[in-house]
């Protein structure tokens, strides 16, 4: 049985719980709240065999923990992964896995000395229909890339995460980090911001956050456009020299196509099997089963440096 603990009762933490229920041999062992009767509520709710803690020191002392799953706000990403990597816990932090390079290096640092497995959860990156689309990518299907662009937008300005400076809110920490891992996915980690531009709420957070990022010397483009204030359709074009593929919602792949030159439709494939945040789990799992501290699918150098990408892109609103 693989045994998971969580930290913060929150929206994330009851998602991935109904959404691994298909996973088997795994299970819920404790769950981590600020306030005891928070974490006693929410198991009740959503994991009633696991135990409730009243605070999130109290999971370090649990014994045969295969992996915590860090679910709290982005500003607690850091000392809620070195909390658990200092006492030797594999941790599964969410995204953006850290709030800038140097805490997510310092979490890295301390994963490398002590043998921790240690994971973004960039659910992105595992879907299936993501890595056939990098296949086709790599394969030449569609020739040389030149431009992705893409959108991504939920109406949750009345999420308090959402909009707090203090949380680590903002358009781009919480969408923005989609289109960059997408970029970054296809492009490489050799990319500079030429242009952002972005609205802010009063509260300082940007409530939209529209980004170019290029290739230096080849001019290869991601165009990509956020917003927290309204929905959007969520879909990606990556467009090469000989074709084009289309996404139908880079948050959670439902469908890619492949196009010809002409316009033509090659293939198309519709996503199907696990959902996406066990497709992700699973990916932790067979790693840690591996005796792997990183999952090939996103491995600490993306992690690192979407981080400094954010550092950039946040640098230049
Ligand atoms: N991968 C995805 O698809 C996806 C989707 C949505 C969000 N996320 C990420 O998941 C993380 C959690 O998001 P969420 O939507 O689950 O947030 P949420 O509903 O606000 O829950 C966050 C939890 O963190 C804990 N927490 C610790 N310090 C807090 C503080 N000062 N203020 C408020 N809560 C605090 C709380 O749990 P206790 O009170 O129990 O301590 C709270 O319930 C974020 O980093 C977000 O970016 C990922």
Same mark, same amino acid.
């Given at each position: 049985m693989f045994r998971i603990g969580i930290i913060g009762c929150g929206r994330m933490a009851a998602k991935m719980i109904g959404s691994i229920k298909d996973l088997e041999e795994v299970e819920i062992v404790a769950v981590a709240s600020r306030d005891k009767s928070r974490a006693n509520k929410f198991v009740k709710q959503n994991c009633p065999e696991a135990k409730a803690l009243g605070t999130y020191e109290q999971m370090t002392r649990q014994k045969d923990i295969d992996l915590v799953y860090i679910a709290t706000p982005n500003t607690y990403h850091y000392e809620n992964a070195i909390m658990c990597v200092k006492n030797h816990m594999n941790v599964l932090v969410e995204k953006p896995f850290a709030m800038n390079r140097q805490e997510a290096d310092s979490i890295f640092s301390e994963a490398k000395n002590r043998g921790v497995f240690v994971c973004e959860a960039m659910w992105t990156s595992f879907m299936p229909l993501h890595l056939k689309m990098i296949e086709w990518i790599k394969s030449g299907? =569609?020739? @040389? +890339?030149r431009y992705i662009q893409s959108n991504l937008g939920y *109406? =949750?300005? *009345? +999420? @308090?995460r959402v909009t707090d400076p203090a949380l680590g809110g903002g358009a781009h920490l919480d969408l923005g980090v989609y289109p960059t891992n997408l970029a970054v996915s296809i492009l490489g980690e050799n990319l500079n911001p030429v242009s952002v531009f972005a609205h802010r709420y009063s509260t300082g957070v940007e409530k939209d956050v529209s980004c170019v990022l290029e290739v230096p010397g080849d001019g290869a483009m991601a165009v990509s456009f956020v917003t927290i204030s309204t929905n959007t359709d969520k879909d990606g074009s990556v467009i090469g020299e000989t074709g084009y593929i289309k996404i139908r919602n880079i948050n959670d792949y439902e469908k890619i196509e492949l196009y010809d030159h002409d316009g033509n439709l090659v293939e198309e494939i519709e996503r199907e099997g696990l959902n996406s945040y066990a497709v992700e789990m699973k990916a932790c799992i067979d790693a840690i089963h591996q005796g792997l501290i990183q999952c090939p699918q996103m491995p600490w150098h993306k992690t690192a440096y979407i981080a400094s990408l954010n550092d950039r892109i946040r640098g230049m609103i």
């Open positions: 299907k =569609i020739g @040389a +890339v *109406d =949750i300005e *009345d +999420v @308090a």
